[in-house]
């Protein structure tokens, strides 16, 4: 890979969202919350209005190239990553075809910090964000079943789907006068369109409450950043987990996937040489905590990149809480 490639890949290092890894050279958002939506990612709460807000540390360490080989161009290269926001979701107390249906909002904003190669100076930019909506619909057909822990949330056991689509407005703080100027920046300039599908099955009680299976995709279309020309390909991208079900805890295995199925392109040609196609996975733990007396939930995730190409290796940690305004 060039120079001038690594560059335009570096640009792209910790934007991607939620779990901040680069993705194609421009650095596209991915549709959804920072943090990802790995358990109960098909489920609606009950009818209501309610907000958060979700905090993420990351830092970009190994960028690679197609083959998923160091690019001794960036062998130097460092970007780190503190970000967060406030998010709401409302669901209105109204059936749509048997399910539920709500809305979603979410507001990034952070710092990210970095440098190109050794000798050169540690750069900062702090701003916010590409703001992230979604309208979904989620139906269920399984049944609510109580804890067998006093005070903790009743058990959704059995199948829950949700479709979605979700779009993230490029207005966030964006900066192309260089490489590292637009890695730094908070914003895309990049619109993304993506509807997603989600499915969450929770089986009967068995190790102990539940065990959980849970899944959501994301197909992330973007128009062309109309600063430079460039055009990302279309990426699809999955966060799951396997989770257990013990009163107010909810505890298990989680990981995050992403495939980018079509080239990268500036003014219509694909970027040489190989349309600089990403794929990531990450993998890791998450613990939740539910507090139903205040009707709060507390998550921590923590993840690793453990394979990846035209891309770049992070770890990431993510603390996030939800709670019920009325």
């Known amino acids: 890979m060039t120079l001038r490639n690594a560059s335009r890949l570096l640009a792209g290092a910790l934007l991607i969202c939620p779990l ?18 790995d ?11 309610y907000a958060g807000a979700i905090a993420l540390w990351a830092d970009a360490f190994r960028f690679v190239d197609g083959q998923g080989n160091l690019i001794p161009a960036l062998s130097d290269a460092r970007l780190d990553r503190v970000t967060g926001g406030p998010f709401v ?13 709500g809305l979603a909002g979410f507001q990034p904003m952070g710092r990210l910090c970095g440098r190109l190669f050794a000798t050169a100076p540690k750069i900062c930019q702090t701003g916010l964000g590409d703001p992230y909506i979604e309208a979904a619909w ?32 490029p207005i966030g703080q964006y900066n192309a006068t260089s490489a590292i100027t637009k890695a730094l920046s908070s914003g895309t300039n990049i619109w993304d369109f993506a509807p997603s599908i989600a499915v969450t099955y929770t089986t009967p009680a068995i190790l102990a409450e539940g065990t959980e299976f849970s899944f959501k995709t994301y197909w992330n279309n973007y128009l062309t950043n ?33 495939h980018q199925i079509a080239d990268d392109k500036i003014n219509g040609v694909p970027v040489a040489p190989d ?37 770049v290796y992070t770890h990431a940690v993510v603390v996030g809480f939800f709670k019920k305004l009325r």
């Open 226 to 258: 109309p600063a430079t020309g460039y055009s990302t390909g279309t990426i699809i991208n999955t966060d799951f987990a396997i989770t257990e079900r013990i009163g107010r805890f909810q505890i298990g295995v989680a990981g995050y996937y992403l």
């Open 39 to 49: 358990v109960r990612s098909a489920t609606l709460p009950p009818p209501g209005l």
């Open 89 to 101: 979701v409302y669901v209105p107390d109204v059936q749509v075809l048997g399910g539920s249906v």
């Open 138 to 169: 989620s139906r269920s057909f399984g049944t609510l079943r109580p804890s067998r822990h006093p005070g903790a949330f009743p058990i959704l056991e059995g199948l829950s789907i949700k479709l979605a689509f979700g779009v993230v407005v």
């Open 275 to 311: 349309g600089i196609r990403a794929k990531i996975l990450s993998l890791g733990g998450v613990l939740v905590y539910d507090m139903p007396e205040h009707g709060t939930s507390i998550k921590v995730k923590a993840l690793q990149t453990v394979r990846a190409t035209s891309n």
């Open 20 to 37: 901040a890894p680069a993705s194609a050279a421009e650095g596209p958002s991915i549709a959804g919350p920072i943090g990802g939506t």
